[in-house]
């Protein structure tokens, strides 16, 4: 059975070890000394690196479209929100919105400094098993089919920049090239800026 769990070991773990020197996703969004950006996550999946970055000062806007993953969002929110450690910032920099991303500019949100894009990864020809979560993920969402037209939208929305986490071995989004790419041991945050007005 797979729950969300914002208060599991695992969680704690990598918050209470995360700083803006060794989180590459901190350095991704941007997040500086007196600086934690609104972020919009478009693809909030499992949400993990949406509670780290709330975690670290950033208010997010989880957006999700799959209606047992939102469940699982709000179950897992439930339970934290009511947390007494956590419980008080969490409600205040942690949301979720039930809603397709692709209309995200029509809902009635804030523009966000940042948007995060994690779509779900591309097959790789020589196949291994993912995580029990992530082949969870797999066969609940399949392709995220879209994510091409997300990134077009998002850089006509977004202030500062967009992020897009990507395997090593995929290609960039619509094969545009990044304006920059910061890398960690696992992946990379490929990183674009918006479109000129």
Not at 79 to 106: F, N, P, Q, T, V
Request: charged share 30%.
């Amino acid at each position: 059975m797979i729950k969300i769990d914002f208060l599991s070991e695992k969680n704690n773990y990598r918050c209470f070890h995360a700083n803006t020197h060794n989180e590459m996703l901190a350095k991704a969004v941007g997040i500086k000394k007196n600086y934690f950006p609104c972020v919009l996550d478009l693809t909030a999946g499992l949400g993990r690196d949406a509670f780290v970055l709330s975690f670290l000062g950033c208010y997010v806007i989880m957006i999700e479209r799959h209606p047992v993953i939102v469940e699982l969002l709000k179950d897992g929110l439930k339970r934290a929100y009511a947390d007494k450690k956590i419980g008080s910032w969490l409600k205040e920099r942690l949301k979720l919105i039930y809603h397709d991303s692709i209309h995200m500019l029509s809902l009635p949100i804030p523009q966000p400094d940042v948007i995060y894009l994690d779509p779900m990864y591309p097959n790789r020809k020589k196949k291994s098993l993912s995580q029990k979560d992530m082949q969870f993920l797999q066969g609940l969402i399949g392709q995220d089919n879209d994510a091409n037209k997300l990134l077009n939208i998002s850089r006509r929305f977004a202030k500062k920049r967009i992020i897009v986490k990507r395997p090593y071995f995929s290609e960039p989004l619509n094969k545009e090239k990044p304006d920059f790419i910061i890398k960690s041991k696992k992946h990379r945050f490929d990183i674009y800026l918006p479109f000129k007005k």
